[in-house]
């Protein structure tokens, strides 16, 4: 089977694709407060599902990454009205140090293709 890789830049790329699965990169936002980044990371998480043939309704996992576990009640009130009754994904969510400081929440996604 062939493995496809999208939008590298030599150190990663955004995107896998083997076998109808999808395996995005961990996505960030780097403006505003948590419940502004999970907006901006949830958006940039669509974007690249409709890009490479899948959409949120097919995530098979999502795991995310936070500043501060002191986030989790805010992320998940995003996360919450952005996943649709039927299709939550299995999920972790962790306390990490992030790369910059100005970040407070980091999410990776494996999803399936539409077809």
Request: a negative charge; one cysteine or more.
């Amino acid at each position: 089977m062939e493995i496809k890789r999208y939008e590298n830049n030599g150190r990663m790329s955004s995107a896998v694709v083997h076998n109808n699965t999808i395996y995005l990169s961990g996505q960030v936002h780097a403006e505003g407060d948590v419940k502004e980044q999970t907006i901006g990371v949830l958006s940039k998480i669509e974007n690249l599902l409709e890009k490479y043939n899948s959409d949120k309704n097919h995530i098979l996992s999502a795991t995310i990454y936070l500043k501060s576990m002191n986030d989790f009640a805010d992320m998940n009130s995003v996360w919450d009205n952005w996943v649709e009754d039927g299709h939550e994904p299995a999920r972790a969510c962790v306390e990490a140090k992030m790369a910059r400081e100005c970040l407070l929440v980091e999410i990776s996604i494996v999803a399936a293709t539409k077809y």
